[in-house]
Nanobody
Framework: VQLQAFGGGLVQAGGSLRLSCVIS????????MGWFRQAPGKEREFVGV????????SYADSVKGRFSISRDNAKNTVYLQMNSLKPEDTAVYYC??????????????????WGQGTPVTVSS
């Protein structure tokens, strides 16, 4: 299984970005998909997760109301829409495939496959 995340870049505070993550090797529908981020000098932190069916999502408090996750299983792609971006959202963003199709875990150890990360920089 391979995951490839892309769509990161430089954006001004208040702007928006949409990240995409494409899975190959197994159908996307086999997995819950999480997004995590890691800022320089900080630990990797949970951003949000969407279950395999797309019927349930969960978000970190820091992004709730600004970020949203969606998925298109037919395209083997999961998305992270980021609105009202803040400088503190600056990080490398990773997508990850969960160990269970319905997981809503915030722990990186509960995700078996990881993408390479895509950097997001929000300028003030």
């Amino acid at each position: 299984v391979q995951l490839q995340a892309f769509g990161g870049g430089l954006v001004q505070a208040g702007g928006s970005l949409r990240l995409s993550c494409v899975i190959s090797g197994r159908p996307l529908s086999s997995y819950a998909m999480g997004w995590f981020r890691q800022a320089p000098g900080k630990e990797r932190e949970f951003v949000g997760v969407i279950v395999w069916s797309g019927t349930m999502t969960s978000y970190a408090d820091s992004v709730k109301g600004r970020f949203s996750i969606s998925r298109d299983n037919a395209k083997n792609t999961v998305y992270l829409q980021m609105n009202s971006l803040k400088p503190e959202d600056t990080a490398v963003y990773y997508c990850a495939a969960g160990s269970h199709p319905y997981t809503s875990s915030i722990r990186p150890s509960d995700y078996h496959y990881w993408g390479q990360g895509t950097p997001v920089t929000v300028s003030s």
